[in-house]
């Protein structure tokens, strides 16, 4: 089944700098990538996600970016602000896996001043 | 509002003593998931339901119960809890499971402790 690997678990930046998460799965059909940022003491939420026949996404500050073949998939955070500060899941998902999201473990991001 | 609503929100109980946690979603949602969060873990799946009376096993399923009589709730059963069912549990629903660019709303989170 598939398995979703996420690095770093922690991460520190400088505020206004960048940031980066990265995930990788092992089934190569899974089709669909979300991302979720869970600040502390609230529920999960999506924040972004790509299709697997997307290379790149972009949302204001943030972006996702996918490579097939490597099977892996990032998350960026330019120019961080304070808010930035939370925990981020990636998690993917297949018809192999009957569409259920399979999670990494997440990484705690944290903004200094 | 839209929203996905858990109760409790914090239970402290004592191991062996039935409980259930229930959710419910006022969206129409076809899809709903159980998962619990656990420091350095992630959040593991453990039971969704595709649809009413459609209920399947997901990662950890050991030691809990649900069921989907109605569209709108699904509810979470301990039999008889133990110390290792101590976690913080959320519940999702979604329009359907995992589909590209379907989101996933999820409860406040039910923080669980068993003595």
């Known amino acids: 089944g598939e398995n979703v690997e996420q690095h770093p678990s922690t991460l520190s930046v400088q505020e206004g700098d960048s940031a980066v998460i990265k995930c990788t799965y092992s089934?190569?059909?899974?089709?669909?990538f979300p991302w979720y940022k869970q600040e502390l003491g609230k529920r999960p939420q999506l924040i972004i996600d790509i299709r697997s026949n997307v290379g790149e996404k972009k949302d204001q500050r943030i972006a996702v970016t996918l490579n097939k073949t490597a099977k892996h998939f990032s998350l960026h955070i330019t120019e961080t602000q304070p808010e930035d500060s939370a925990v981020y899941f990636c998690a993917a998902s297949s018809t192999d896996s009957n569409y259920q999201l399979i999670w990494g473990a997440g990484t705690k991001l944290i903004i200094k001043p | 509002e839209a929203q996905v609503t858990q109760n409790p929100r914090y239970l402290i109980t004592v191991t062996g003593k039935k409980l259930t946690v229930t959710c419910s979603q006022n969206?129409?949602?076809?899809?709903m998931s159980w998962y619990r969060q656990d420091p350095g873990l992630g959040l593991r799946q453990i039971y969704y339901s595709m649809n009413v009376e459609v209920t399947d096993k997901g990662d950890v399923p050991e030691g809990y119960k649900v069921s989907r009589k109605e569209k709108r709730n699904f509810p979470l059963i301990l039999e008889s809890p133990s110390p290792n069912q101590t976690s913080l549990y959320f519940c999702?629903?979604?329009?359907?499971?995992?589909?590209?660019?379907?989101?996933?709303?999820f409860g406040p989170g039910t923080r669980l402790t068993v003595l």
């Open positions: 969206m129409n949602h076809e899809y």
């Open positions: 999702a629903s979604s329009l359907f499971p995992g589909l590209a660019g379907v989101e996933q709303f």
């Open positions: 089934d190569s059909a899974s089709n669909y």
